[in-house]
């Protein structure tokens, strides 16, 4: 008989979680084709926007640090907060462009293991590896972290703030410091302000009961002294926003102001249509069985529309000038059928999307934690609405944060290992992150 996660997450020491093998799988997936794309990529093959925007910024406010000037030395459309971070260690590692990458890959390398360490709380290390080795295959998180980008650094601070929002412990002292948090997520790209929502609707939940663990604590829906305490201390991340909004006059740098112009549900639809091929390589037969059809269906024909309507309110066909290219799934929009600029490749699938995160959602609900199921899908519509001003549709904005969520939702909908037919596809679906990052990554360089 299937264990219960409970009796296989037995918590281990911080050094024996981070030799068990699973992780080590995780370590080889990253490091070997993150080392081989600094190595083989040279000064004179700099992804473009590390060239460009990013080692700039490292290198101007390396001059003066620690002064930061939001206006002058944002060199993108985000704030120089995680070149501001980079300049400063850079004051003694040196500028090293090598250096550089090592160390941003190193960011990248701790998302993967902050991951690894909340899963490992709630499940064995076997699911917690499968579950994980997708996104730490993906290319988009090898390239991020092999370049000095900011996505990788974005994306561990607004997990990492999640997380927290996750905690159902009794104090008010995590609501504080993922407040924090949240304002050096800001800092790093502003288009992260949807983290508020969840940190927000953590703090109407009480706590009762519970223990060393999480599993074994209540929540209820109301607002006590630490509820009131912790959307206080919402306002330093609101203080970083408005530090931006004054300096730049609006929510990007002037320089960039004219480049991010107007509002689109795109972008929402290309996220749920990605949600519909990632989403069943996690879901398990149960979160979708029949017998869950009778209470659940209206929730998710209210997902379906949902998903259709973003994918017919504005135009979805591929279109370069408009910033609606960038990834496999815009090559295949491109090839089917387009009506009023609404590409059927969308039309279909973003209601199938939506419905099986509606899906997921009951089932975090249905596994009785309802605290958590709440701050997961806040999390999920705010970063999904967050993303209505987006003008870029890219594969690589998108990805990363639906395989973050896709593990999110699955740990804590979990009541047993996961079945090997779940486990068998997450198998192929790493297989197929590797293979991709390979062609796409290393092999234009050899």
Partial sequence: MTSTVESLAARPGIKRLFLERGFLILILLFWVPTLATITLSTDQENNHDERLWHLPPIRQIAEKWPAMNLVTDSFSASP???????????????????????????????????????????????????LLAPLAASNFIIKSAAWVLTDNAGLLCAAASVLLALRTGHGCGSRIVASCLAAVTLLVRQINAWILVPLFVRNLFVCQGGGARDEDATTRFTVDANGILGVASLIIPVAAVGWMFTSWQGLVPPQWRSANVGLSTCPQAYLFTLQALVLPFFLSRDVVAVRHWRTELPWVLAGALGGLGVSVATATSFNYESGRWGGYLW???????????????????????????????????????????????????????????CRQVFQRYFEPTVLIFALLGVVLSMKENLPRSTRFKLTIFTVAQVVITFVTVILPFV
């Fill in 331 to 389: 090559s295949v929009a491109q090839r089917l059928p387009v009506l009023w600029e609404r590409s059927s490749f969308f039309v279909v699938l973003a209601p199938v999307g939506c419905a099986f995160v509606v899906l997921m959602w009951r089932a975090i609900i249905r596994r009785g934690r309802v605290m958590e199921a709440w701050v997961w899908i806040s999390s999920v519509a705010a970063w999904a609405g967050s993303l209505v001003v």
């Fill in 80 to 130: 120089p907060g995680y070149h501001w971070a980079l300049a400063g260690v850079s004051k003694i590692t040196g500028q090293n462009l090598g250096t550089l990458r090592l160390l941003n890959a190193g960011v990248g390398f701790l998302l993967i293991g902050v991951l690894y360490a909340w899963s490992r709380s709630r499940a064995s290390h076997l699911d917690s590896t499968l």
